[in-house]
């Protein structure tokens, strides 16, 4: 039998594609599938936070940058007998910092050249896919376009296009 989608529990996560003269900024995770392969500062969405918020609360934590959130880059979607899980890929811009691991979730986090990532037995796959895929990709932006209906407070409405 098919598995009912609607049925799932439903995540949504985002991660950084955040480029600074030539590097990725990258991390290698304490657990997981990808545990000890750099992957893209990433993490999941939490109560009464928007997806920008999510991802800039997000590489901070993990990595001590501070970065602003950009163009939607890309979607993945994957749905296995236990999730429903979304995950949205931004551009992000450097603002400040120097990249630190958070010692938990992360164990290394660094600016690394993206020629290096694409041949790199420590690189994730979905890593070397991202550079390949979103490095010329101009993505979509957020539209100013707002609702009629005002937004109650800690209410988000984000439209890309």
């Known amino acids: 039998m098919a598995v009912n989608v609607a049925t799932l529990p439903i995540t949504v996560g985002v991660g950084a594609f955040l480029e ?31 997806v920008w918020m999510t991802l800039e609360r997000e590489v901070k934590e993990e990595t001590g940058i501070i970065g602003r959130a950009g163009d939607l880059l890309g979607v993945r979607n994957r749905v ?12 992000m811009a450097y603002v400040s910092g120097e990249p630190r691991p958070d010692a938990q979730e992360v164990s290394a986090a660094a600016f690394v050249p993206m020629d290096e990532l694409l041949t790199s037995s420590e690189s994730a796959p979905f890593t070397r896919v991202a550079i390949e895929k979103f490095l010329r990709t101009e993505g979509m932006r957020l539209d100013p376009y707002r609702p009629s209906v005002p937004q109650r407070e800690g209410e988000f409405y984000l439209l890309f296009d």
């Open 20 to 50: 600074r003269e030539g590097r990725l900024l990258v991390v290698k995770r304490t657990y997981g599938s990808i545990k000890g392969l750099w992957s893209i500062p990433s993490g999941y969405v939490e109560p009464r936070e928007s």
């Open 80 to 91: 296995t007998q236990d999730v429903n899980d979304t995950f949205l890929i931004f551009r």
